[in-house]
């Protein structure tokens, strides 16, 4: 992939995720709040695992990979920080608080490309991480 093409990847992410995280931060954790925040984690581990996976490849900067798997990880950590604090229906709160630990997973994940953003293998571990925590195709 361009590097181009993952620069534009990057900041539609990015904009979508700041619109869902803003708008889920407050209140009561409902079913429609969680499934926002559960395909948020799904967002951010994908593009973490693109990012991995061009890492890997030596397909990107180390700066680059260092930024952008920062970026990542404190958008994880501060999901996991709002699952784990905000009040949940009663229904759900076992899944909210799941989420909130699936959150802390990615984010220590996402950790470790940002603190080794040049070793490949540390790469290929992070994508195939990432990749099975979010799902990712």
Same mark, same amino acid.
């Given at each position: 992939?361009? @590097? &181009?093409?993952?620069?534009?990847?990057? $900041?539609?992410?990015?904009?979508?995720?700041?619109?869902?995280?803003?708008? &889920?931060?407050?209140?009561?954790?409902?079913?429609?709040?969680? @499934?926002?925040?559960? $395909?948020?984690?799904?967002?951010?581990?994908?593009?973490?695992?693109?990012?991995?996976?061009?890492?890997?490849?030596? !397909?990107?900067?180390?700066?680059?990979?260092?930024?952008?798997?920062?970026?990542?990880?404190?958008?994880?950590?501060?999901?996991?920080? $709002?699952?784990?604090?905000?009040? #949940?229906?009663?229904?759900?709160?076992?899944?909210?608080?799941? !989420?909130?630990?699936? $959150?802390?997973?990615? #984010?220590?994940?996402?950790?470790?490309?940002?603190?080794?953003?040049?070793?490949?293998?540390? #790469?290929?571990?992070?994508?195939?991480?990432?990749? !099975?925590?979010?799902? &990712?195709?």
């Amino acid at each position: 992939m361009g @590097t &181009c093409l993952v620069l534009i990847l990057r $900041a539609v992410v990015l904009a979508v995720l700041v619109a869902l995280v803003a708008g &889920c931060n407050g209140g009561t954790v409902d079913r429609h709040a969680l @499934t926002n925040d559960a $395909a948020t984690l799904d967002s951010i581990a994908c593009e973490g695992a693109l990012l991995a996976r061009n890492g890997a490849a030596g !397909k990107t900067t180390a700066y680059y990979a260092r930024e952008q798997a920062e970026e990542l990880r404190i958008q994880a950590s501060n999901l996991a920080d $709002a699952l784990a604090r905000r009040p #949940a229906l009663a229904s759900i709160e076992a899944r909210v608080r799941a !989420k909130a630990r699936l $959150a802390a997973r990615l #984010a220590a994940i996402l950790q470790r490309l940002h603190d080794h953003p040049s070793d490949r293998g540390v #790469a290929r571990t992070v994508e195939a991480r990432l990749t !099975k925590l979010g799902g &990712c195709s």
